[in-house]
C-alpha cells in the first residue's frame, strides 16, 4: 500500500511539474510577436520593370504596382510590405540598400537576383546588335561568371538576409527562359543565339537554386508558368526589343500576374 501510494504521489508530481513546464513555455511562445511582415527585395524582374504602373516615389528603381509582390501583399494584406527591389541591381545594391527593412518582424522575402552581376543586360544587347558569333561569345563569358563567382555573391546576399531576419521564409525566384525554340519569330536572333541564351537562363537559375537550398530557402521555379509564353510562342508575356528599351526582355503585366505571382504565391 505504501508503495502503492508513494507510486501515485511521485507520478502526480512529475505530472504537475510537466504541466507547469508546458504551460510556461507556451506563456514565453505567446509573448513573442508573430513574423507576419513581408520584404521584396531584388533586381527589375522583382521590381516589376515591363509591367508599367510605376510608382513615381520609386524613381529609377520602378516599381510597379502590378509587379508580383504587390500584387500578393494587395491580396494578402501582411502586417506589413517593404517594397525595396530596384531595376539593376546587383548583389551588392541588395546588400548596400535593400536590406534596412529586415527585422526579427519579417516572415517572408522574396528575392531574383544574379542575372545583372552576370552581365544581362551587355549580354542581350551584344546578343541583339552584334551577330551570332558576338552572342555565342557574350553568352560563353556569362556562363563562365555564372559557373565560378556567382554563387559566392549570392551566399553573401543569403546569408546577411538569415542575419537580419532569422524568422523569415525566404523565397528566391528564377528567371524564365527566353525563348521558344523553333518558334514563330521569323526575324532577330538565330536559332543557336536563343538556345544559348536560353542555356544561360538554365545554368543561373541551377546556381541560384542551389545557393538558396544549402540555406534553407525555397527555390521558385517560373519556367512552369512561362512554358508556352516565351518570345517566339506566339503568346509572348516577355517584352523583345521595345521602347523604353529598359523594358527590353522584361515580364509584361501577364508576365508577372500570369507568370510570376502564382509561382511565388504557391511558395510563399
Known amino acids: 500500500m505504501r508503495l502503492s ?7 502526480a508530481f512529475f505530472v504537475t511539474t510537466a ?5 510556461a513555455s507556451a506563456a514565453v511562445s505567446a509573448q513573442l510577436p508573430t513574423a507576419t511582415g513581408y520584404v521584396a527585395l531584388g533586381d527589375s524582374y522583382s521590381s516589376g520593370v515591363g509591367a508599367g504602373s510605376y510608382d513615381s516615389a520609386s524613381g529609377s528603381c520602378k516599381r510597379s504596382t502590378k509587379a508580383y509582390p504587390a500584387l500578393w501583399a494587395a491580396a494578402h494584406s501582411p502586417s506589413s510590405f517593404q517594397f525595396t527591389a530596384c531595376s539593376g541591381a546587383r548583389t551588392g545594391d541588395v546588400l548596400g540598400s535593400q536590406l534596412g527593412p529586415l527585422n526579427g518582424s519579417t516572415g517572408l522575402v522574396s528575392i531574383t537576383i ?13 546578343c541583339a546588335l552584334q551577330g551570332e558569333s558576338a552572342c555565342l561569345s557574350r553568352v560563353a563569358q556569362a556562363r563562365a561568371y555564372i559557373d565560378t563567382t556567382l554563387p559566392g555573391q549570392l551566399d553573401g546576399v543569403y546569408d546577411a538576409i538569415s ?15 527566353f525563348y521558344k525554340l523553333r518558334g514563330t519569330c521569323i526575324a532577330g ?20 537554386a542551389k545557393r538558396a537550398a544549402d540555406h534553407g530557402f525555397t527555390f521558385a521555379d517560373v ?14 508575356w516577355l517584352h523583345s526589343v521595345t521602347y523604353p528599351v529598359l523594358e527590353s526582355y522584361h515580364p509584361t503585366a501577364t508576365g508577372q500576374s500570369g507568370g510570376y505571382l502564382p509561382v511565388f504565391a504557391s511558395a510563399a
Do not use: Q, W
Not at 190 to 197: H, V
Open 189 to 208: 536572333l538565330s536559332e543557336k543565339s536563343r538556345a544559348a541564351i536560353n542555356a544561360a537562363a538554365d545554368a543561373i537559375n541551377g546556381v541560384t
Open 5 to 11: 501510494r508513494f507510486a501515485a504521489l511521485t507520478s
Open 114 to 126: 544574379g542575372g545583372n552581376d552576370a552581365g544581362f543586360a551587355d549580354t542581350m544587347t551584344t
Open 223 to 236: 519556367n512552369t508558368t512561362f512554358s508556352g509564353h516565351e518570345l517566339c510562342s506566339g503568346s509572348a
Open 19 to 23: 504541466l507547469a513546464l508546458t504551460g
Open 163 to 177: 542575419r537580419k531576419a532569422p524568422a523569415a521564409h525566404v523565397v528566391v525566384v528564377g528567371y524564365p527562359r
